[in-house]
Each structure stands twice: as structure tokens, then as C-alpha cells.
């Protein structure tokens, strides 16, 4: 075990020394391609340096005949696609969410049906108007009460929001009845 450390510790040693020497020659040829004056002269020195390259095959492109400026008919310009980087971007992704309409309510006030122990993901509770609305968040809340009115808001984007009480938890809900 002793011996095989020795000769890895041996080889790390070395690497450095090699790449240093191979650094130097680089190093060298580098500064005498630099001081050639002629372009395809010193081009050639660094060619030389870097290898040859891959061929590549070259494929014949037919001629595309040049029509005079005065032969095309002018065009009114073209408008640029819905959807692109000109309109504002304010209202990106905006499509997707529903607009409520202006009498349309934002809150919801109604009891909860029976008691509640506690609020987890996808809980659905019932409500004394016969809605049932999911929770969606990921957090666990600890909340104790019997019918405990529940208030139900909708944000700006259109996410709703349940809260317990006067001072329970406030968490993401969606309604699934």
C-alpha cells in the first residue's frame, strides 16, 4: 500500500514538470510565429502549430441571379407576427389568466361543515353553501375549531386563498365542487 502511494504521489509530481516543458516549447514556437511580419507567412507558422485541419467538403452553390434595385417592385412592409419582442411584454402569459368580471365577487365568507383538526395538503373542506375547495399548499398548519368560518379571497392572477377564523392560517385553496 506504502509503495503504490509513493508511486501515485511520484506521477502527481511529474505531471505538472511535463505540461510545464510542453508549456515552454508551445511558449516558444508561440513567440517565433508571433515576430514573422508577413501575414500568410506567420498564418502558416500557427497552421503549422495547430495541426492539420478537418476537410471538409465543399458543395457547388448555384448562381443566384442579381435583379437591379430599380426591377422590384416596391411592398408595403410587412408587420411584424403577434407575439414577438415589439409588444409590450407586460401582458406575457397574461391569456392564461382569467379577468374577473366587475360583478363578479373576490371574497367568500361561509362556515366550514363539522370541526377541523389541523390543515394539510389536499384537504378538501366542505362549506355550509355546499362548496368543497382543495388545499393546494404544501405547509401543515395546526388549527382547532368547530364550523369555523372560512374566508376565501382571490388575488389579482386569480389564486385563491382560505383563511380559518379571525387568526387562523391563510393558505392556497382551489375549488373542486
Known amino acids: 500500500m506504502i509503495r503504490f502511494l509513493l508511486v501515485l504521489m511520484a506521477a502527481l509530481l511529474l505531471v505538472p514538470m511535463l505540461s510545464v516543458a510542453a508549456e515552454a516549447g508551445s511558449s516558444a514556437s508561440m513567440t517565433a510565429c508571433r515576430q514573422i511580419t508577413a501575414n500568410s507567412e506567420r498564418l502558416a507558422c500557427y497552421d503549422r502549430l495547430a495541426g492539420p485541419a478537418p476537410i471538409t467538403p465543399i458543395t457547388p452553390v448555384e448562381a443566384v441571379p442579381v435583379v437591379p434595385r430599380a426591377a422590384v417592385p416596391s411592398s408595403p412592409p410587412i408587420a411584424a407576427p403577434a407575439g414577438t419582442a415589439s409588444e409590450s411584454s407586460g401582458s406575457f402569459g397574461a391569456e392564461a389568466v382569467r379577468k374577473p368580471k366587475s360583478n363578479e365577487p373576490t371574497t367568500l365568507a361561509a362556515k ?66
Open 112 to 177: 366550514v361543515v363539522g370541526p377541523v383538526d389541523g390543515v394539510r395538503r389536499d384537504q378538501i373542506f366542505l362549506l355550509d353553501n355546499g362548496q368543497r375547495w382543495r388545499v393546494l399548499s404544501d405547509n401543515e398548519f395546526d388549527y382547532a375549531a368547530d364550523w369555523p368560518v372560512a374566508t376565501i379571497e382571490r388575488n389579482l392572477i386569480g389564486t385563491y386563498w382560505m383563511r380559518l377564523g379571525d387568526r387562523g392560517p391563510s393558505f392556497k385553496v382551489r375549488r373542486v365542487q
